[in-house]
């Protein structure tokens, strides 16, 4: 009996610290081939990227750029969307360099704009990045995309960027706009980098439990030695969905095209794409709060399956918007940059694909007054 036992305990210790191996390497390879992939782009000949503003209102700013996605000899058309797409589309690698000193800001937000046509309009990239000052390395870039005719000289399926748009205080957050001379060149043209704090992959967001723009565990330090008090708005809130059908839509979500727009003030506000096989439904909605400048907002909870967004909008356009996607306890601490009225919004985010079922335990929701 006891020598089975030493037996299975040595093949346990075996089986341990082989998997340890594996893990060790293959984040040294990831972190390795990621690294060199960003340091092509930082290396790589670059140019400007001429651009026009449009104010959308007085708190918003477009970006329109006006020498992206010409028509180039060196661009090699490539398949874009699924396969019964059928559809090529002509790319190009942006990068921008970031002053975080000059704008002011904890948190660089913007909006990467696409029109889509079509029957199901599938092709809408649209999607908000967010950038830490915490995580921020240099530079970030990604590609953007343009439909074209394929062989049979049509356009089935039409998607291609627009502009980019975001919040007037972090437009002065850009020192540059550049593109990338010559795409090819690259090892990985599709390659997007959005300085992301570990330059290898992981499973979901495992370690990942604050989320925001500021620290979660030092904000609660200072707080009880300054003795702030924190209002709280809401608390013990469950949230349980299925992407399958959303109760707000009487017919399938997986229908072409997902028009599912109903109570859906948050998506609305992003300006982002109702991907089809989604829900992106509102869950919870606060009344309209004033709010100073610096107050901070406090989100505490459990997931324990699935992915939501928190969004925080204003009645002049502001908005911020942050998936919260790890497993277990997080934490959620955000500063507002100015005086405003606000709603918070907690939205569903879950697809037919990687997050099916929703079920998330919401503990506080709360508002720290200095």
């Known amino acids: 009996?006891?020598?089975?036992?030493?037996?299975?305990f040595l093949i346990l210790i075996v089986i341990t610290t082989v998997l340890f191996l594996i893990y060790y390497f293959s984040k040294n390879i990831q972190?390795?081939?990621?690294?060199e992939l960003i340091n092509e782009v930082k290396i790589i000949q670059k140019e400007k990227v001429i651009?026009?503003?449009?104010?959308?209102?007085?708190n918003r700013i477009e970006i329109i750029p006006e020498n992206l996605l010409l028509k180039n000899k060196n661009n090699k058309l490539r398949k874009v969307g699924q396969d019964y797409h059928g559809q090529f589309a002509s790319m190009e690698t942006v990068v921008l360099e970031l002053d975080f000193k000059k704008c002011q800001k904890e948190n660089f937000s913007f909006l990467i704009k696409y029109n889509a046509g079509g029957p199901e309009k599938s092709l809408n990239f649209s999607k908000i990045i967010n950038i830490n000052k915490r995580n921020y390395q240099d530079i970030i870039f990604f590609p953007i995309y343009h439909t074209t005719k394929n062989n049979n000289n049509e356009i089935k399926f039409e998607g291609f960027f627009n502009s980019f748009v975001m919040d007037q205080s972090s437009f002065s957050c850009i020192e540059k706009i550049l593109k990338v001379k010559n795409n090819e060149q690259l090892s990985l043209p599709?390659?997007?980098y959005y300085?992301?704090?570990?330059?290898?992959?992981?499973?979901?967001?495992?370690?990942?439990r604050e989320f925001?723009?500021?620290?979660f565990e030092n904000l609660v330090k200072s707080s009880l030695n300054d003795k702030r008090s924190i209002t709280l708005i809401e608390k013990n809130l469950k949230i349980l969905s299925h992407a399958k059908r959303s109760n707000d839509c009487k017919k399938n979500n997986c229908s072409y095209p997902n028009e599912c727009y109903i109570n859906a003030t948050a998506l609305l506000?992003?300006?982002e794409h109702q991907q089809i096989c989604s829900v992106n439904t509102d869950i919870f909605k606060t009344e309209s709060y004033f709010l100073e400048k610096n107050t901070i907002i406090i989100i505490e909870g459990k997931i324990i399956n699935g992915m939501f967004k928190v969004n925080i909008v204003d009645e002049n356009g502001f908005y911020f918007g942050e998936l919260i996607n790890t497993i277990g306890k997080f934490t959620f601490a955000y500063k507002l940059p100015k005086d405003g009225n606000y709603k918070i919004i907690l939205s569903n985010k879950n697809n037919l694909y990687h997050y099916i079922e929703n079920n998330i335990e919401i503990n506080k929701i709360g508002i720290l007054n200095f």
């Open 1 to 8: 009996m006891r020598k089975s036992f030493i037996i299975n």
């Open 31 to 35: 972190v390795s081939n990621i690294t």
């Open 51 to 58: 651009f026009k503003t449009n104010n959308l209102d007085k």
């Open 190 to 192: 599709s390659f997007a």
């Open 195 to 208: 300085g992301d704090k570990d330059n290898y992959l992981s499973i979901s967001s495992i370690n990942k």
């Open 212 to 215: 925001g723009n500021i620290s």
């Open 269 to 271: 506000a992003s300006e």
